[in-house]
């Protein structure tokens, strides 16, 4: 079993900057890739961006030059630094894990985004 619990979400004007943090404990060998999803009302979720062991990224085009992952394997953390926060960024943030790259196999509880002025 995998834990992922995430923190850092909340409120923000356009414009603005969030960081969000995924701690994962467990059986943590069982996994590559850590991530990020989001799903916003309505909508499927998606993919957001990825990072592996070796430090590989993928990023979804709509977030690529605004959002930057990151982790710490010593801590067994990702973070997500998400600048130059959109209207269209709002949405209920996923922290995954997974044996691949897209990191889809485990799932934290999620944590809400929401841009507005």
């Known amino acids: 079993q995998v834990q992922l619990v995430e923190s850092g979400g909340g409120l923000v004007q356009p414009g603005g900057s969030l960081r969000l943090s995924c701690a994962a404990s467990?059986?943590?060998?069982?996994?590559?890739?850590m991530g990020w999803y989001r799903q916003a009302p309505g909508k499927q979720r998606e993919l957001v961006a990825t990072?592996?062991?070796?430090?590989?990224?993928t990023y979804a085009d709509s977030v690529k030059g605004r959002f930057t992952v990151s982790r710490d394997n010593a801590k067994n953390t990702v973070y997500l630094q998400m600048n130059s926060l959109k209207p269209e960024d709002t949405a209920v943030y996923y922290c995954?894990?997974?044996?691949?790259?897209?990191?889809?196999?485990?799932w934290g509880q999620g944590t809400q985004v929401t841009v507005s002025s």
């Open positions: 467990g059986s943590i060998f069982s996994f590559n890739a």
């Open positions: 990072i592996t062991k070796g430090g590989s990224t």
């Open positions: 995954s894990a997974g044996t691949t790259w897209r990191a889809n196999s485990y």
